[in-house]
């Protein structure tokens, strides 16, 4: 199972940027699926998690400001990013669980920044 993201980079303080994550290789269905970030000297944590039936949860620093989602038929992930604020700069990193294992995307790089 691979997992590739995309969407990062440098955008102003309350602007806005779109991550995308695709799995691929032999698998039929993803379960969950998530994004999570580690910003420079902190611990990874959960951005917002997504079922394969659309239940969501998000952390409470991004709530009413990131909307995540799903399209199951492409087995994509998206981390829609709204209202951003320079303590949102971290490596972003998407999660899916496949057959009762998770796997790890390559990070994105998000800067806000003015």
């Known amino acids: 199972v691979q997992l590739q993201a995309s969407g990062g980079g440098l955008v102003q303080p309350g602007g806005s940027l779109r991550l995308s994550c695709t799995a691929s290789g032999s698998i039929f269905s993803v379960n969950g699926m998530g994004w999570y970030r580690q910003a420079p000297g902190k611990e990874r944590e959960l951005v917002a998690g997504?079922?394969?039936?659309?239940?969501?949860n998000y952390a409470d620093s991004v709530k009413g400001r990131f909307t995540i989602s799903r399209d199951n038929t492409k087995r994509t992930v998206y981390l829609q990013m709204n209202s951003l604020k320079p303590e949102d700069t971290a490596v972003y990193y998407c999660?899916?669980?496949?057959?009762?294992?998770?796997?790890w995307g390559k990070g994105t790089q998000v800067t806000v920044s003015s």
């Open positions: 997504i079922t394969s039936g659309g239940s969501t």
């Open positions: 999660n899916a669980v496949v057959y009762g294992m998770g796997y």
